[in-house]
């Protein structure tokens, strides 16, 4: 009794985060940071990847918005194609993860300004969900 009551008790946090965490509407984008000129996803990059993904797979109806950005270096062309490229690595991460690939909608925006550093504008966010 004492062992199912303690086990019980460990559980019920868990499954309260994970209740909360499934709160789409409320989920801030899942951010993967890239450095200069690279579309290459790097293991902390890795790690985010697979918690959108777990989230994802947790909530099967929803989509999956993929956007991929740049920093305003280089040309127009040039930042367009490597936002494209860093989006399609992280939708191809998503789907080695189970995503379903119609799920998957991938948006590369290009060049946008960063606030403070550049490395805020070398990302590609996943929003599951609305």
């Known amino acids: 009794m004492r062992r199912t009551l303690?086990?019980?008790s460990l559980s019920l946090p868990l499954l309260a985060a994970c209740a909360a965490e499934d709160n789409l509407a409320q989920q801030p984008p899942r951010?993967?940071?890239f450095t200069e000129?690279?579309?290459?996803i790097d293991p902390a990059g890795r790690a985010v990847v697979s918690e959108a993904a777990a989230l994802a797979n947790r909530n099967p109806t929803v989509p999956v918005l993929v956007a991929?950005?740049?920093d305003p270096d280089g040309g127009r062309a040039y930042n367009r194609a490597l936002s494209e490229t860093r989006a399609q690595n992280v939708a191809a991460a998503l789907r080695?993860?189970?995503v379903a690939p119609a799920r998957i909608a991938v948006s590369p925006r290009g060049?946008?300004?960063f606030i403070a550093f550049p490395v805020e504008s070398r990302?590609?966010?996943i929003k599951v969900g609305p």
Not at 37 to 40: G, I, K, L
């Open 31 to 33: 951010v993967v940071f």
């Open 123 to 125: 990302r590609v966010e």
């Open 111 to 113: 060049a946008v300004p």
């Open 68 to 70: 991929g950005f740049a």
């Open 37 to 40: 000129d690279s579309a290459a």
């Open 96 to 98: 080695e993860d189970g």
């Open 6 to 8: 303690f086990l019980l």
